[in-house]
């Protein structure tokens, strides 16, 4: 089972996510627990390293994805972030962050597969 965390301040861009994810599941017969935040200081809060690959948004108020993912980065050297943002020009500075992929809302789910694909066979 791979346990993901989704941080997004946009509660339909989280169950747009999650649904997407339900159907990865199925069709490559895996198992997700997925854990929602919509607030970075409420994901801080809560984690302790337990996650295996973590969606972030960039643009929140109260902390932003890059300070969010800072704090991670501090904890957890080899979970895998994967950036979310409408903000292309955002994209540099997942390179700071060491993220495994950098997604554009909205995302489009081919897309979204294949860094999928490339993340779960880093995990195996």
């Known amino acids: 089972m791979l346990k993901v965390a989704i ?71 080899k979970v895998h972030i994967v950036f979310l943002t409408v903000m292309s020009n955002m994209a540099i500075y997942g390179y700071d962050y060491e993220v495994s992929a950098f997604l554009l809302k909205p995302f489009d789910p081919a897309v979204l597969s294949l860094k999928l694909n490339r993340i779960v066979s880093a995990i195996s």
């Open 7 to 77: 941080v997004d301040d946009c509660q339909s861009h989280r169950e747009n996510l999650v649904g997407f994810l339900v159907d990865y599941s199925k069709g490559n017969s895996l198992l997700f627990e997925i854990d929602q935040f919509s607030d970075g200081y409420a994901f801080l809060k809560s984690f302790s390293c337990q996650y295996h690959i973590v969606f972030l948004d960039i643009d929140m108020s109260e902390i932003d994805g890059l300070k969010t993912a800072e704090r991670i980065r501090e904890r957890d050297k």
